[in-house]
């Protein structure tokens, strides 16, 4: 396997300095991105008895919210391509704290698919692609490290708000708790102001103003630069790729089955006769393990044994993660129901400390921000079938094993695909190189011909 892509940026990327302050505020928006949705489902119990829904209902909310975050992927890219991470992740928070504020006074399960769904879907995909997208800017040896201190925020911020979601869920209510949990989310607003943009070697020219190395040209056309900056992030060329085709294949089978376990834990050891806060626990212990996984995945990841063979440390990492959900339905005790929180957070970590490395590491600096918008908006249609389509297996079997089965299975079979297609298309590559050097050794000594029989 080819080592990971040069740095196609045009400048060298400082790996330190400021960048660390970057990490610390990509840390508290990806935090609240991806743990959000997991730990409303505390409320979901108590808000499917108050609104009268059922399990599949009451899981569209979550899915919902993933699939307009992972949706708004391009618009995002094009948005923070234009006027950069700071503003659109204080955008992104603003727009979380008021979905979970106006959805406190909701009477319909509709009303929360727009609140919570919508509105926040569209909050949590502006911080989490303006985060990503600043980091591939700021590192580049230590970006797996970076990446994982990043994407570390999740279980951070899982660990913490599932007990702090169950103890206002007890004091206030679900409508309270989302009035609360609205205003920690403006805090957003403030890692956003952390971000502060890469100052790049070459802009400024010392023979001039600086106000006039930045004027455009007078032939400039912005209307037209904005339509190819849109058809950009819209770019399906990448399905010419190979390795991009397999990539998302395998991404797909891996967010189908993703979340589902972890929207329906608490509810399933409630209904093996767990407490509610010892539930609630186990989202907590599956975010605390989660929690040093990312960031120690990220250094293995960065290792020159690990580094060249990342893609099939990911597939790995699908397949445990999958084997994890399928060994969970087999011993009921709460004890073990621990044991799985803890290999589930262990798994989880370790795939998505590797899922956007993996793409960076597939398409590189340069591509990334058009890659991973066309991979998020895929990914909203597995990301919104997943949970609901459990949820049916729970409203029609009356059981909660038959989903850790189905999502188990489906993640199992993706990280095995991941793993058996990329041996393929490193083969096919290696191929391709030899062909193109033969090639060109034919065209070199066929020009040395016509040169010797011309002279």
Known sequence: MPPAPANELGYKPLDGGWGWMVVVGAHISIGFAYSTPKVLSIFFKEIQENLEASSSEIAWISSIMLAVMYAGGPVSSLLVNHFGSRPIVMLGGLLCGVSMVTASFGNSIVYLYL?????????????LNASLTIISKYFLIKRPLANGLAMAGSPVFLCILAPVNQYLLDMFGWRGSLLILGGLMLNCCVAGALMRPVAQPGRRSTSGPLNEVEKPPNNTKPKIDCMNRAKTFMDF????????????IGNVLFIFGAYAPIVFLSAYAIDQGVEEYSAAYLLSIMGFV???????????????????RIQYFFSFAMVFNGTCHLLCPLVNSYAFLVTYAA????????????????????????????????????????????????????????????LFFMCGSVIVTGGLFLFVMNIYNYYMLDKEKAAKVRELNQITMENQDQVNISS
């Open 237 to 248: 060329t990448f399905f010419k790729d190979r390795g991009f085709v397999i990539y998302l």
């Open 290 to 308: 989660d929690m040093f996984v990312r960031p120690a995945t990220g250094l293995i990841a960065s290792s020159k044994w690990i580094r060249p």
């Open 343 to 402: 290999f589930f957070g262990l798994s989880f970590g370790m795939v998505f400390a590797l899922i956007f490395e993996c793409l960076m590491d597939l398409m590189g600096n340069q591509r990334f921000p058009s890659a991973v918008g066309l991979v998020t908006i895929i990914e909203c249609f597995p990301m919104l079938l997943g949970p609901p389509a459990a949820g049916l297996l729970v409203d029609f079997f009356d059981d909660y094993r038959y």
């Open 115 to 127: 609140c919570i769904g919508v509105i926040g879907g569209c909050g949590l995909s502006l911080n």
